[in-house]
């Protein structure tokens, strides 16, 4: 059904001032293939044969088309008192009604913003009909009936970081990524905004966009925090290759991912660079973002009298010798050796010292594991030493032991004395545990689900809640399958079944459970798997009843 607008038909004429001027007749139109013309009276459609411009112009004329097909076609009318005046109108049909419309909502933290795409909302379109309209997705239109409680709906403006605040805004914005919802207040769980779908003036449906806040961000390393740095290199580019870190489970814009120095470097200085012509020295609790990593604009500059090895190499030309430092990698609670490969000290100059045996001191232990060195003499192990030869390190004899804990970086600090008299060397040693999926998850809460008798109600992490100790393993990799009950079903909050979800979803409240059955007591039995360790058959204990109050004891 199609509205009529008086400005797909408007006759100019002498006398504007009567209501019905200017009759209107249909002379070809076929109801049967094409469609017929109607008017709206009392909320009723009465097919008609004629009609005025004042009819089009209060908006009780529409057009209805009953035809399948897609196909444009014409339809002629007269002027009644204008026999030989003719005029021709073109529909063109768009098959639009049955289409799906992708409605996922948006995922987000709080105070933040989040662009608005395809993927979240959009009606989908058949390749049939974007190619015989490249204009569609200006014509599809998202107005909004409710406004969003806890935030705002901008469009992006022609110049960049320029963002109004709209109330509609069509598929075609969206596409473009022009379309966001900005948060501004409070804390919420979820933000709310009701939405009518729109082709032109015609209404396809009524739906419900759906905001859901994340309550925890979990911020994960993706850089490899060393660079190794060549001994003729005076300063360096700190990339995202050495330092990168983002959020999980949604991306953080970079600007928003901030880094505070809790400590500078011993032997060099930090920069952030603004201009080519400006830098700012970046000194204690000085602060850089993931966007100034990622679009280079942190320097480090090293000192000329010392070496220093912390988590970034710095070799120095005026030092007589080249040092070894290379990261050592041991899987969890296990032993691995560490060899010249490793750590090792070797003259660039012909020098007395080379016949010397090189000692390293340690200055501070391993912190989850510890040092051991072998002794083939008696077979005795020397545990934690406070010195390590390097001959014994040419030998296999020097060993790192991680205690099996959950903990994947571990070090140990050292220094050497320079023979040649050029000072001494401060270093870092640092050890990567590659961590076993070693814990199965466990169950941290014992409770039983009350829910209102064939109701549904949201469950969260105080509901079901299972933990896994290892430390790679995140509440999104605790994944619940062969869900069943006789009590009723599980569903995300688009009301789509549930047949696998995670703790994190839990743990953002994006479950829910319907009861649908004539039981009042029951259960629902599911596996639990981290990718690794399989729980089967537990269970949650359901009780369905009518609404009561619970009165609880509390002398506090």
Known sequence: MFKL???AISVKGKNKKKNDHHPFKVINVDPDDQGYFARIQHKNVVKIENFTENDVRNASIVFVHENLTGKSFPVKCLITHRE?????????????????????????????????????????????????????????????ETEPAFGIVQKLRLSPNNWMNVSQFTQRQID?????????????????????????????????????????LELESYGSNVYNFSRNEKEFIISKAELAHQTRPILSDNESIQYRLRSV?????????????????????SQFSQKDVCERRILYVRNNSFVNIDSLRDLVDSFSYDVIVSNLTVLEGD????????????STVESSSNRNDVIFDLIKQPKFGRIEIENDDDNTVERNPSRISQRLIQQRKVYYVHDDSENNIDFFDFFIENFTDNGRINAKFSIEILMKNDNPPQRKCHRRLNI???????????????????????PSNIVFTRIYSTMGSFHFLNDSM???????????????????????????????????????????????????????????
């Not at 768009?94 to 799906?100: R, T, V």
């Not at 470097?265 to 609790?285: E, F, I, V």
């Not at 549930?498 to 409240?509: E, I, R």
């Open 84 to 144: 030989k005046e003719q005029f021709e109108l073109t529909f063109k049909p768009y098959d639009l009604i049955d289409n799906e419309l992708i409605n996922t909502g948006l995922l987000m933290a709080h105070h933040t913003h989040a662009l608005v795409t395809a993927s979240n909302l959009s009606l989908i379109i058949s390749d049939i009909l974007e190619q015989q309209d490249k204009n569609l997705g200006q014509l599809i239109r998202f107005e909004m």
């Open 498 to 556: 549930a047949q696998t979800f995670t703790q994190q979803d839990l743990n953002d409240g994006l479950i829910k459970f319907r009861h649908n059955a004539n039981l009042d007591s029951g259960k629902a039995i599911f596996s639990i798997t981290d990718g690794h360790f399989n729980l089967l058959s537990e269970s949650l204990e359901i009780r369905a009843s009518d609404p009561y109050i619970e009165i609880v004891n509390n002398t506090g």
């Open 176 to 216: 473009r990524g022009k379309i966001r919802y900005q948060h501004l207040n409070d804390l919420p769980k979820s933000d709310r905004i009701s939405v009518l779908v729109m082709f032109q003036k015609q209404l396809i449906r009524r739906t419900e966009f759906v905001i859901n806040f994340v309550t925890h």
């Open 265 to 285: 470097p011993s032997y060099g200085t930090l920069y952030l660079l603004a201009t080519d012509a400006w830098q700012r020295k970046l000194g204690l609790d």
């Open 452 to 474: 209102i008798r064939n109701r549904e109600r949201i469950l969260t992490n105080r509901d079901i809640c299972y933990v896994d100790l290892d430390l790679n393993t995140w």
């Open 335 to 346: 032993r691995s050796v560490i060899d010249e490969n490793h750590l090792y000290l070797r």
């Open 5 to 7: 607008k008086d400005s």
